[in-house]
Structures are given as structure tokens and as C-alpha cells.
């Protein structure tokens, strides 16, 4: 059985070395960051109006699959410029209103698919938040955009946290 999964883990690593990292991400999936609110509206189909939040002006998108984890969406412009400047994709796990089958495991799947398409994370740290909270972060930087995965698990109800993957634009 160890011999089966270091087979994997090695052929995983060896079809992950032989992938170029991208040189740049401008975005997520249609959204760049030089587009406006309403041509994400456009892009997704999107009825809502934005929404101003805290020196935010904030879209709500339809949900997504990424990597097979339900996600929501949220794209951010800072108040007073017309360019989406973040967006933001969760998922809540241990919640009445969580997808079926949710949990801390959608984070290593997500890790993973991030990894395939993005090459090695920069930087990766695990640590203990308030109330013992299982902290984990992941950081990927490229010039235009730095994505980054967290996940936020309660240490004494351990099906119960979040997950959040944000996609910045670089400050110019």
C-alpha cells in the first residue's frame, strides 16, 4: 500500500515538474482586472446591481464548481474607480446551508488544482488562530495578481469552518 501511493505521488510530481508556471494572471476565469462592474455583469449574466460596502463596490456572481468544491463569488472594486480591483470565491462547511458533503478536505483539492494550474505556491503557512482555529494559507504572487488560499477550521467542532481563495490585482 506505501509502495502504491509513493508510485503516485511520484508520477503526480514528475507530471507537475514538467508544467510551466504562467508567467502572469490578469484575473479570474472572464474577469480582468482593467473590466468594469457592468461588464462583469454582462460577461456572467449577472440582474443584481452592485453593492457599496465599505469603500467597496461589491458584485455577487452565480455560484461556481472549481475543482468540484461549490463556491460563491464576489467581485470588488475600490469606491470611486471603475476597475475590478479583487475576486473573492468561498465555501462554508459544517452549516445547515453548506453544499452536501463539504469540508476541510475541499482545501487540499482546491490546493492541489491551483497547483496544477499555477505551478508551486510561494509561500505556505499552518498556524493556531483564536480559539485553537486550524489556520492554513497559501500564496501564490505573479505581476499582475496574487491569489491566495485560506482555510479557517474550528478546533473543537472540526467539520465546522470556511475556505476562501481571493484573486488581487497588484497595486500599480
Given amino acids: 500500500m506505501i509502495a502504491i501511493r ?3 505521488l ?13 508567467k502572469d494572471v490578469a484575473g479570474w476565469d472572464k474577469i480582468t482586472w482593467s473590466m468594469t462592474m ?16 465599505d469603500d467597496w463596490t461589491l458584485l ?9 468544491v461549490e463556491m460563491g463569488v464576489q467581485v470588488g472594486a475600490k469606491q470611486g474607480t471603475p476597475a475590478i480591483r479583487s475576486v473573492r470565491l468561498w ?15 475541499d482545501f ?3 490546493r492541489s488544482a491551483l ?6 505556491p510561494e509561500h505556505e503557512e499552518t498556524a493556531r488562530g483564536e480559539n485553537f482555529r486550524l489556520l492554513k494559507n497559501v500564496r ?28 488581487t490585482a497588484a497595486r500599480k
Fill in 6 to 8: 509513493l508510485a503516485a
Fill in 10 to 22: 511520484g508520477a503526480l510530481t514528475i507530471a507537475l515538474w514538467g508544467q510551466a508556471k504562467p
Fill in 38 to 53: 457592468a461588464e462583469a455583469r454582462a460577461a456572467y449574466g449577472v440582474a443584481a446591481e452592485p453593492e457599496v460596502q
Fill in 60 to 68: 455577487d456572481l452565480h455560484p461556481v464548481r472549481l475543482a468540484g
Fill in 91 to 105: 465555501s462554508y462547511f459544517g452549516l445547515p446551508t453548506s453544499a452536501p458533503g463539504s469540508g476541510s478536505q
Fill in 108 to 110: 487540499d483539492t482546491l
Fill in 115 to 120: 497547483i496544477q494550474k499555477y505551478g508551486q
Fill in 140 to 167: 501564490w504572487q505573479f505581476p499582475s495578481t496574487s491569489i491566495v488560499l485560506r482555510l479557517e477550521q474550528s478546533y473543537s467542532i472540526p467539520n465546522l469552518g470556511n475556505i476562501v481563495l481571493d484573486y
